[in-house]
């Protein structure tokens, strides 16, 4: 390899027959993961959702009403609808295949593209039945078609042979899928009873046109073997079960379905029920045409600015004037809500579709339910003013909560033994402060000018702090440099660590633009790194990027970071008469209060970069963090050498 390396030559077994291209279903059964989120429990009851979404596109498209799920005792499933059935005539592209076996055994086949077989489905992708196929030990399908039943069977994804007709099917019609999961890929998980009943049986209350039909063989003790669903009453329906007995505000949820192309000449509708109760945390499940979206997206976006905006209104009409404080924390604090639509063309993130991202779900949503909302409220002043009350009570309640905080912090900060050496802000809240970490002697004085008095701090630091991974945690808590640090804070160390003592906002390393300075920021977001990694976490630690050069021409001043920076100014020159002078900065010590203040640290003309983690490669960051603070000087000396004015690189 060092060879290689030296001499430029690539090694021979890097080459093009090192470049894999999976085909047909080979992708699904090699990386799961990106089509079913993973191969534990959740993806593997995944796969009845992909096939039970195909037959609730069906019923919702009109074509069919009944939709059957059956668990055996060998954990196969079966899944029966009386739809359309999937076509089995040859493919036109394919002529020597049945339009099934395409669907089945290719990647991006679906009749839910152009929106001419289904309006508002929740398939989209074309690869549901097919992933399911590749990640089943036996798949079979049978197509009740033309009076005909015809049959065709699978094994991970590969045909066991052509499509058959298997008999006659005189009263018959529709689709019947049943697959036993691949132990080679979901290991010892099973499908759970309780799981599929639920799943199955909220998907009953999304379409009141459809009855489905459980069946399991697997006794769990406490699911029902047999059950029928049909809800009529839909959501409004189903919030009331879920509420069970829960004492509520309303006597009736406030329910509803505006169908959009009634209101806006668009195909598809929302429906929706929320309720308030004081006894239990508030809730928000929502559905894309019948798909649960557990991370919510634009259509949960609109419907709580609906809410909101018709809230704040009402408060306004009866005057009540603290109605205006009310935030959408607070609306879901207790607030227990279903919504769920129906789009075309929907847009989620990722196969398995947790989350809606259609911007115009937004939109539609939320002027639909806006009206009712203004109508119902008005129609029903007694549980309108019972939602109000509980919702100002929320609001006060988190606003006194918050002020509490601040006082906290006010008297902690009074009790607190704070450094002698930090100059500390006077804002009394943590909101908008600023803790600067300086390198001392040479900071001190003109960074104590430059900065804002009310919300930024200093803090002084006496060179080189410890090197916190070659200490022993004895030694951290004696540093005096670190001690001071902490204190200043306010967080603590070690198991007494809090990050919600933070007593600043934004924590930001300032160190001369040389390679010491980087020495000591590397030292800084090391110990941040390995002893208080929520901070860089919580998107609290900093870096400053002081300038270099100084150039003036005549009246003209501008700063440079870098070199090539200085160079493109000399080049194209500042704009001034005369020549151009060039200074450069030593340490920021050299800097006047006004250079620093208006390159460094006033936010409206300076640069700072926020110190991340990349979180595809936690491994390489502690490497990094290894080479440079670790027990070998060389590697360290030899990286902060190269990078010294581009620590910012680091990302550590
Ligand atoms: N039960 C069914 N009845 C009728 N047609 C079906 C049925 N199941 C599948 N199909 C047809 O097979 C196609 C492919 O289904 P598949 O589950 O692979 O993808 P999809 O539903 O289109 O999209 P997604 O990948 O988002 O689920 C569907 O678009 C539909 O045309």
């Given at each position: 390899m060092a060879n290689d390396l030296l001499t430029g030559t690539a090694p021979d077994d890097y080459n093009a027959s090192s470049i894999e291209v999976l085909e047909g279903l080979e992708p699904v059964r090699k990386r799961p993961g990106m089509y079913i989120g993973g191969t534990d429990e959740r993806a593997l009851h995944h796969l009845v959702a992909e096939v039970l979404d195909n037959s609730m596109d069906e019923a919702v498209a009109g074509h069919a009403n009944r939709i059957?799920?059956?668990?055996?005792?060998?954990?196969?499933?079966?899944?029966?609808?009386?739809?359309?059935?999937?076509?089995?005539?040859?493919?036109?592209?394919?002529p020597d295949k049945s339009a099934l076996e395409v669907i089945l055994c290719t990647l991006h086949a679906g009749g839910k593209f152009s929106g001419k077989a289904y309006q508002t489905s929740g398939g989209l992708h074309g690869v549901g039945a097919s992933v399911v196929n590749a990640l089943s030990d036996t798949m079979v399908v049978q197509v009740a078609r033309n009076k005909e039943l015809y049959e065709q069977r699978f094994s991970r994804?590969?045909?066991?042979?052509?499509?058959?007709?298997?008999?006659?099917?005189?009263?018959?019609?529709?689709?019947?899928?049943?697959?036993?999961?691949?132990?080679?890929?979901?290991?010892?998980?099973?499908?759970?009873?309780?799981?599929?009943?639920?799943?199955?049986?909220?998907?009953?209350?999304?379409?009141?046109?459809?009855?489905?039909?459980?069946?399991?063989?697997?006794?769990?003790?406490?699911?029902?073997?047999?059950?029928?669903?049909?809800?009529?009453?839909?959501?409004?329906?189903?919030?009331?079960?879920?509420?069970?007995?829960?004492?509520?505000?309303?006597?009736?949820?406030?329910?509803?379905?505006?169908?959009?192309?009634?209101?806006?000449?668009?195909?598809?509708?929302?429906?929706?029920?929320?309720n308030w109760t004081?006894?239990?945390?508030?809730?928000?499940?929502?559905?894309?045409?019948?798909?649960?979206?557990?991370?919510?997206?634009?259509?949960e976006a609109g419907f709580w600015a609906a809410i909101l905006k018709g809230i704040r209104a009402y408060g306004e009409l009866v005057n009540n004037r603290k109605a205006k404080e009310i935030t959408?924390?607070?609306?879901?604090?207790?607030?227990?809500?279903?919504?769920?639509?129906?789009?075309?063309?929907?847009?989620?993130?990722g196969q398995t579709k947790d989350r809606?991202?259609?911007?115009?779900?937004?939109?539609?949503?939320?002027?639909?339910?806006?009206?009712?909302?203004?109508?119902?409220?008005?129609?029903?002043?007694?549980?309108?003013?019972?939602?109000?009350?509980?919702?100002?009570?929320?609001?006060?309640?988190?606003?006194?909560?918050?002020?509490?905080?601040?006082t906290q912090r006010k008297t902690a900060t009074k009790k607190l033994r704070l450094p002698g050496k930090l100059v500390d802000c006077t804002s009394s809240t943590r909101e908008g402060t600023e803790l600067f970490i300086v390198e001392g002697d040479s900071a001190g004085g003109s960074a104590k000018m430059a900065r804002d008095r009310k919300n930024q701090a200093l803090l002084p630091l006496r060179g080189k702090i410890l090197n916190v991974l070659g200490a022993a945690s004895?030694?951290?808590?004696?540093?005096?440099?670190?001690?001071?640090l902490t204190q200043a804070l306010g967080v603590g160390l070690g198991t007494k660590f809090n990050i919600d003592d933070l007593r600043y906002d934004k924590v930001i390393i300032m160190t001369d633009a040389d390679v010491d300075g980087a020495h000591i920021a590397a030292l800084l977001m090391t110990f941040f790194f390995t002893q208080m990694r929520p901070m860089i976490d919580k998107g609290h630690l900093y870096l400053a990027c002081p300038p270099l050069f100084?150039?003036?021409?005549?009246?003209?001043?501008?700063?440079?970071?870098?070199?090539?920076?200085?160079?493109?100014?000399?080049?194209?020159?500042?704009?001034?008469?005369?020549?151009?002078?060039?200074?450069?900065?030593?340490?920021?010590?050299?800097?006047?209060?006004?250079?620093?203040?208006?390159?460094?640290?006033?936010?409206?003309?300076?640069?700072?970069?926020?110190?991340?983690i990349d979180e595809d490669e936690p491994g390489e960051t502690g490497d990094l963090v290894e080479r440079l603070m670790g027990k070998k000087p060389e590697l360290r000396f030899q990286y902060i050498s190269e990078n010294a004015r581009f620590v910012e690189e680091l990302d550590v």
């Open positions: 059957e799920v059956e668990l055996h005792e060998d954990y196969s499933v079966t899944i029966r609808d009386n739809g359309r059935g999937i076509p089995i005539d040859p493919h036109p592209k394919f994804g590969i045909p066991l042979g052509p499509i058959q007709k298997v008999g006659a099917a005189p009263n018959r019609r529709g689709t019947t899928v049943t697959f036993h999961a691949d132990e080679q890929i979901f290991g010892h998980h099973r499908f759970k009873p309780a799981r599929l009943f639920k799943s199955i049986r909220s998907k009953a209350y999304l379409f009141s046109g459809v009855e489905i039909r459980w069946k399991s063989a697997i006794n769990d003790g406490e699911t029902p073997q047999d059950a029928v669903f049909h809800f009529p009453g839909g959501l409004s329906d189903y919030l009331s079960e879920t509420l069970g007995t829960a004492s509520t505000y309303a006597d009736r949820p406030f329910a509803g379905t505006v169908e959009f192309s009634e209101k806006f000449n668009v195909p598809g509708k929302v429906e929706w029920a929320i004081p006894s239990r945390d508030g809730f928000i499940q929502s559905y894309c045409n019948t798909v649960p979206t557990p991370e919510g997206g634009t259509h959408r924390e607070d609306l879901i604090t207790g607030g227990c809500a279903l919504v769920s639509c129906f789009i075309s063309e929907p847009e989620f993130v809606l991202a259609t911007m115009e779900a937004a939109r539609l949503v939320e002027n639909s339910v806006r009206d009712h909302f203004d109508n119902w409220l008005a129609a029903d002043t007694k549980s309108a003013g019972a939602i109000l009350d509980f919702l100002v009570l929320r609001a006060e309640e988190r606003l006194r909560r918050r002020q509490e905080k601040e004895g030694k951290l808590g004696s540093n005096q440099e670190i001690s001071d100084r150039l003036t021409q005549g009246a003209k001043r501008v700063y440079c970071i870098d070199e090539a920076e200085k160079a493109i100014w000399l080049e194209k020159g500042l704009g001034g008469k005369g020549k151009i002078d060039v200074s450069r900065f030593k340490g920021l010590g050299e800097m006047d209060a006004k250079d620093l203040k208006e390159t460094t640290m006033d936010p409206a003309s300076r640069k700072l970069i926020r110190v991340t």
